[in-house]
């Protein structure tokens, strides 16, 4: 389970809704069952893990 701003990317529902969401980034599922999350372009977010709520969260780049 990897939950960025309540997006489940290790699931396939998660990547659609998550990809759906952010365009640039791309998460897919790979035929292991392991997920990976790619940057597309001029990234317009940062992903970063929030140590006091223990998740994952997005910020738009200034």
């Known amino acids: 389970m990897c939950v960025i701003d309540g997006f ?3 699931t396939e529902k ?3 809704e998550f990809n759906d969401k ?3 980034f791309k998460a897919s ?3 292991d069952g392991s997920f990976t999350l790619e940057g ?3 990234q317009e977010h940062l992903i ?4 006091e709520d223990k998740m994952f969260k997005t910020e738009k780049v200034k």
């Not at 970063?48 to 140590?51: A, N, Q, R, S």
């Open 8 to 10: 489940d990317i290790s």
């Open 14 to 16: 998660g990547c659609k």
């Open 22 to 24: 952010f365009t640039d």
């Open 29 to 31: 599922i790979n035929k």
């Open 40 to 42: 597309l372009k001029k």
């Open 48 to 51: 970063y893990y929030d140590g």
